[in-house]
Nanobody, 121 residues
Framework: QLQFVESGGGLVQPGGSLRLSCTAS????????IGWFRQAPGGKDREGLL?????????TYADSVKGRFTISRDSAKNSVYLQMNSLKPEDTGVYYC?????????????WGQGTQVTVSS
């Protein structure tokens, strides 16, 4: 059964950094494009942030994270990472990784539990 697991979230002060990790059981993350999405508080729609392709190319969809967030892959660990720097309170939300890329989510892509990021002083 395909299952994505996100980790690495937590409480961080504005200006701080976090690195989120994404792993999957029963699935090689090298075999598909992987996207990081964020759902802001209040049940808003999930927003696509960044994507890493099977070839290693990256795309940033959200202007709000350009220059601050980066995505990377470690094939040996079957993991995809989201490095988040210069965090702002508006980065607060639940972060998900899925085998889909784009500025918004479409269809049922098998969302995991996500990992909560809270940016607050």
């Amino acid at each position: 059964q395909l299952q994505f697991v996100e980790s690495g979230g937590g409480l961080v002060q504005p200006g701080g950094s976090l690195r989120l990790s994404c792993t999957a059981s029963g699935f090689s993350l090298d075999d598909d494009n992987i996207g990081w999405f964020r759902q802001a508080p209040g049940g808003k729609d999930r927003e696509g942030l960044l994507c890493i392709s099977t070839g290693g190319g990256t795309t940033t969809y959200a202007d709000s994270v350009k220059g601050r967030f980066t995505i990377s892959r470690d094939s040996a660990k079957n993991s995809v990472y989201l490095q988040m720097n210069s965090l702002k309170p508006e980065d607060t939300g639940v972060y998900y990784c899925v085998p889909q890329c784009g500025p918004s989510a479409s269809g049922d892509v098998g969302w995991g539990q996500g990992t909560q990021v809270t940016v607050s002083s």
